[in-house]
């Protein structure tokens, strides 16, 4: 949204005028204060310059101008309200630098946008993969650019009146898929921050779908002293004690962090809430059957 400044006062002091009270002229031609803009003389000077004073584009400029401060003894001028208006269409919305409209939060629109909606499966693999990237090869920073370029593609393939939820809906799933990657990597090394680096493989098996058809996967990290062959020592007497589908997901690994080598239980599950929980309990079940 363009920022209005006065610089009437600057440039008339360049060519020797004066800046002149309320109500009267200006030494350059086309400069007055806007609180003479429904003056007769400024109407026709208006009019002169092929603006339509009517038009839904004349009116959505001068509201915009009103917002942005422009008002009372501050100076405008025709050319300057003629410029304007290139950046709205017929109808009074404005267009963007992408030739875009609807993406200007108004007084009627207020936070009312501020909702889910459906927005194309693409974007979402897009957005996914992108946070990912930033994960991967540039320690979880992103680059802002490509962030950008998704957005946009996006608003082409939506309606004008839809861009704003679309925009709000698309932000509320990179957020999801950044906690995503934070949570598997502080898993592996809680004291991970961003711009350190993200320990191999930590991200190995994370799916943009995995995450929004709530598919876990879980790393719990055991104590120094515990080792692999003690875990599946452990998991096997449990199998045969009481035995358990969901003891198949279950997988262990080791990784190297800082030289140290570590062990963990990792455990991937597709299914709901409910079996998911059951699986926590199995697990608490093994280490204290164990």
């Not at 007769?40 to 009103?66: F, T």
Request: charged letters at 25%.
């Amino acid at each position: 949204m363009p920022n209005i400044t006065n610089y009437s006062p600057l440039i008339q002091s360049m060519f020797g005028g004066k800046r002149t009270s309320c109500g009267t002229g200006s030494t350059l031609q086309g400069v007055f204060q806007f609180s003479q803009l429904n003056s007769s003389s400024i109407q026709s000077q208006l009019k002169a310059a092929g603006i339509d004073m009517s038009s839904k584009r004349y009116k959505a400029v001068i509201e915009q101008m009103k917002k942005t401060g422009c008002k009372g003894n501050m100076f405008t001028n025709v050319q300057a309200i003629k410029n304007l208006m290139k950046n709205y269409n017929s109808r009074g919305k404005f267009v963007d630098s992408d030739g875009l409209t609807g993406l200007i939060v108004t007084d009627e629109t207020n936070d009312n946008y501020k909702k889910i909606i459906d927005i194309p499966e693409s974007s979402k693999d897009k957005m996914f993969e992108a946070v990912r990237d930033s994960f991967l090869h540039r320690n979880g920073m992103g680059d802002g650019k490509g962030d950008t370029e998704i957005f946009t593609d996006m608003y082409r393939q939506m309606k004008s009146n839809d861009r704003l939820s679309a925009g709000y809906t698309l932000r509320q799933y990179r957020s999801a898929y950044v906690q995503t990657f934070v949570s598997a990597v502080k898993a592996v090394d809680p004291t991970w921050d961003y711009g350190k680096v993200v320990p191999s493989g930590t991200l190995d098996g994370i799916t943009r779908e995995s995450k929004e058809n709530l598919e876990y996967t879980i790393m719990i990290r055991q104590p120094d002293f515990i080792t692999a062959e003690m875990v599946c020592a452990a998991l096997e007497r449990v199998k045969t004690k009481k035995p358990n589908r969901l003891y198949e997901d279950i997988i262990s690994i080791r990784y190297m962090t800082e030289n140290v080598l570590k062990f963990c239980i990792l455990a991937h599950t597709t299914t709901n809430h409910s079996l998911l929980s059951k699986w926590i309990n199995l697990q608490k079940k093994m280490v204290y059957n164990g």
